[in-house]
């Protein structure tokens, strides 16, 4: 018979695959004749996933404990619980390889150990001492309920330096602080999927954490503040798909010193409540994909944010962002050179090259869009696109080939960069001339010339930009008689020259002054040529 009494409420457990949190420990009233002779002692659970539960904590009229959902709750006999096991014992499971048959996330705390775990206990405590040397420990879903002893732990984990609690069944900071304050070295750790109450201003942690993951902890900003406040060297916090609504107080250290925060899945909805991390002076990146947002703008208009002032990478993908203002909103930021916006309602699958163009037109110092490199032919490629996409616009809003006299506002506020673009470029008529070059945007196909350099043939090829680079290796393969598909390696160099040259041969290249800009692995198949952004005449060097 297994003893339990309600100090174990609010314990984590599993059972088949489902984790859940005890919320009841105790008997059943008789309903019924056939209970009559019953005296089980029952333990109600409140499942994380509400599709495995059956009711609400109410059986047969009576309430014995409460759910969020109203289908979240069942009761279980405690032999069908997994409570789990301390932390050295994953550690052992995981990294000193116990015989399969005592496998120790699989043997309740209420169980005696069987004779198999105590006859083969110095081979593990031989294979214990390999555990000093490791520095990364990944115990995702290892059924840890506690820290278990310090005098097991101190001796094995000193040069751990990333180390991952997910999915277990932990329920208090202490708990992981005293798990941790063993690893002097340790530099991330993650928790998600833990259901930790929000710490007590008792616990404290003594390492130097710098990354960490609170994701699907079903936390709000204030319990994320609690967390974060242990952690006084912090750079990266993510603390992606909780219940954070809006985000406030973030001046305190260590928020004041952070890099990264990413708040991906939340249901934040409104840039607005955003704003606030805008106050962090030394935040670079900031996801925030999957919110609900709709739109962006900063307070003021026409000059330069302060909010966010060392925002280098933005992430705001998979959001509900249609229209363009926001991504002017955009060129205001001071420091953004890398943004990704794909699948928004403003970059849909018909217009994704498109829009990548006008994102290059509208937010001036990108140097990476949705995950590619921006080269500078395509930027100017982009800019006069975008001028003769909006050259009938312009003049209808009073645009003239002086560049001077007033503008309608409308059109300024939409097109905020246009003006600054026909003073680059010249007037419009000259503009025209020269947009021979951006017509190619409408035609399908890329001039590509694939060098081996192996032999330095060369193979001058107009290829369907939606080609992608699986079937480009197995023309190359034909070409040059390539065994082994496999081994073919492509890379895009880029050379370094003016932007109104126009590109030479790789021929050419070689026996000039020109330099190599940048290499660019093609390494995934399933990209398109596109993807790459390649320009006529473009160089691909084979290697196998």
Known sequence: MYKLDNSEVDRRIESDGYYGTIRYIGKLQKHDAAQSNQDFTWVGIEWDKPSRGKHDGSYHGIRYFSTQHPSGGSFLRPEKCNFGVSFMAALVNRYCEPNVYTKLSEVSVFAPAPVSEIDCADDIQQRKSYLSKRTTASLHGMFICDCGSDVDIAPYVSNIVDLDLSMNLLTEWSEIAMIIRHMPQLKALNVSDNRLKAPFSGVSVLCD??????????????????????????????????RIEHVDNVLFSPLTEISLVNVEGNPITSWDTLLPLGQLPKLQTLIANECG?????????????????????????????????????????????????????????????????????????????????????????????????????????????????????????????????????????????????????????????????????????????????????????????????????????VLKQSSDTPHSSPLQCENSNLEVYACIQMDNDLRELSFYSLENNAIIDVEW
């Not at 710098?210 to 974060?228: G, I």
């Not at 312009?394 to 560049?403: D, E, F, P, S």
């Open 209 to 242: 954490v710098q990354v960490l993951y609170l994701n699907r902890m079903e936390y709000d900003w204030p319990q994320v503040t609690c967390c974060v406040q242990l952690f006084a060297r912090l750079q990266e916090l993510h603390v992606c798909f909780n």
């Open 293 to 493: 947002l709709k739109s962006i703008r900063f307070p003021g208009s026409g000059v330069l944010s302060d909010c966010y002032p060392a925002l280098e990478s933005l992430s705001i993908c998979r959001n509900e962002i249609a229209d363009w203002q926001s991504i002017n909103e955009l060129d205001r930021l001071h420091s953004l050179s890398n943004l990704r916006f794909s699948s928004n309602p403003l970059s849909g699958d018909s217009k994704t090259a498109d829009a990548r163009y006008i994102a290059l037109a509208k937010v001036a110092h990108l140097q990476s869009c949705n995950g590619a490199a921006v080269l500078p032919g395509e930027r100017r490629d982009a800019e006069l696109y975008y001028m003769h996409t909006y050259s009938s616009e312009w003049k209808r809003a009073g645009g003239n080939v002086n560049l001077d006299g007033p503008m309608d506002i409308a059109f300024i506020m939409e097109h905020p960069r246009y003006v600054e673009l026909a003073r680059k470029y010249g007037p419009l008529e000259e503009s025209e001339v020269r947009q021979k070059k951006s017509s190619a945007l409408k035609n399908n196909l890329v001039t590509v010339q694939i060098r081996s350099k192996s032999s330095n043939d060369l193979l001058t090829k107009q290829l369907p930009k939606k080609m992608t680079i699986q079937k480009l290796k197995v023309l190359v393969q034909r070409a040059f008689r390539i065994a082994d598909v496999s081994s073919i390696r492509l890379v895009h160099t």
